[in-house]
């Protein structure tokens, strides 16, 4: 069976390299046409538009930046949902909104479709590597068929419950890295401010429970000033309004969830959204 792919940037490439590497034919689209060559040098179709995907597939995942990206390609006006088989599987691995993706659930039922919400986590190197945790809403039926399809992308599937739920822990995981790399930049600061070594503070700091051990990932990033994306800068301070948006809709205060989305906010502005978001450094060192 072909397996369609929508969206291959810094995570969908690599996902769906190692689709093709198991074996599997993949049909291939990308907004920007060049990032789809690799893979079809290798042997995947190439499509023209996300409707040509639908017209070959009969299961098609996407890995897109933002929730208003998978609107337009899947229900936009010329999206492929429509133009799916009935009772195809969509598999969306995009970092959306839990109440985002009910809607996305609800409309695709509708339409006749099934869908299942599958965001990951872990960045480029878990995706090249095909260790992702995959985070699953939806139908245990639906995710039965293209375990194997996640196993070859990851290390381990969390079913998280129905759809919304995958999309709940997902949010709840980012929130917390974006605060931890954010509270480390800022730890860092007063420690060299006070005449620490910045590679002294820290190893001191990451070997103490203290630090999140996410971030000895990220020692090397800072140290040498490398903010080569792995996660873009621009997709945290997304997934931060994201879960400032399920906040509101759950009538919940989260302050330091605001503060920390209103730093990225200003990371943004300055310029480094294109970066890693370990860039996150520069808002509290601008000399870095
Ligand atoms: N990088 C990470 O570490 C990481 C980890 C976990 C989850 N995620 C999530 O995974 C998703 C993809 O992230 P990424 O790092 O792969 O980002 P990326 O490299 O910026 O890729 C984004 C993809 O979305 C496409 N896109 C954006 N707007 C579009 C539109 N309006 N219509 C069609 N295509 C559109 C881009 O197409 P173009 O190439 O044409 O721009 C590209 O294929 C995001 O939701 C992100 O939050 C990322």
């Known amino acids: 069976m072909k397996v369609g792919f929508i969206g291959l940037g810094i995570m969908g490439s690599r996902m769906a ?6 074996g599997h034919k993949l049909v291939v689209y990308n907004r920007t046409q060049a990032k789809a060559d690799e893979l079809v040098e290798k042997g995947a179709v190439r499509a023209q538009s996300v409707e040509e995907v639908a017209k070959q597939c ?34 969306d691995c995009s970092t959306v909104n839990p109440s ?5 659930g609800h409309i695709a039922r ?15 190197v878990p995706a090249e590597k095909g260790e992702l ?32 739920q995958g999309a709940s822990m997902k949010i709840v995981i980012n929130m917390l890295l974006a605060q931890a790399m954010a509270a480390f930049s800022e730890s860092l600061r007063l420690g060299t401010a006070l005449g620490i070594a910045e590679e002294t ?6 070997s103490t429970p ?16 490398d903010f080569s994306p792995e996660f873009p800068l621009e997709w945290m301070h997304k997934d931060l309004h994201l879960a400032s948006i399920t906040a509101y809709e759950q009538n919940i205060a989260l302050p330091s969830l605001q503060t920390t989305k209103e730093l990225y906010a200003q990371a943004k502005q300055q310029g480094f959204g294109e970066e890693d978001l370990s860039a996150i450094y520069k808002v509290f060192r601008p000399d870095a």
């Open 100 to 104: 985002f993706s009910q809607k996305m």
């Open 201 to 206: 503070l820290c190893q001191t700091l990451l």
């Open 210 to 225: 203290a630090a999140a051990p996410f971030l000895k990932l990220k020692q090397q990033k800072l140290l040498n000033r």
């Open 110 to 124: 509708k339409m006749g479709q099934r869908f299942l919400y599958a965001p990951v986590s872990g960045s480029l």
């Open 58 to 91: 009969r299961l098609v995942f996407t890995m897109l930046a933002t929730p208003e990206a998978v609107e337009e390609v899947a229900v936009g006006p010329d999206g492929f949902l429509r133009a799916l088989p009935g009772n195809s599987l969509w598999v």
């Open 17 to 22: 390299a190692n689709l093709q590497r198991a």
């Open 133 to 164: 945790i995959f985070l699953v809403g939806g139908d245990a039926a639906d995710l039965e068929q293209v375990r194997e399809l996640l196993d070859v992308m990851g290390k381990s599937v969390v079913h998280a419950g129905e759809n919304g």
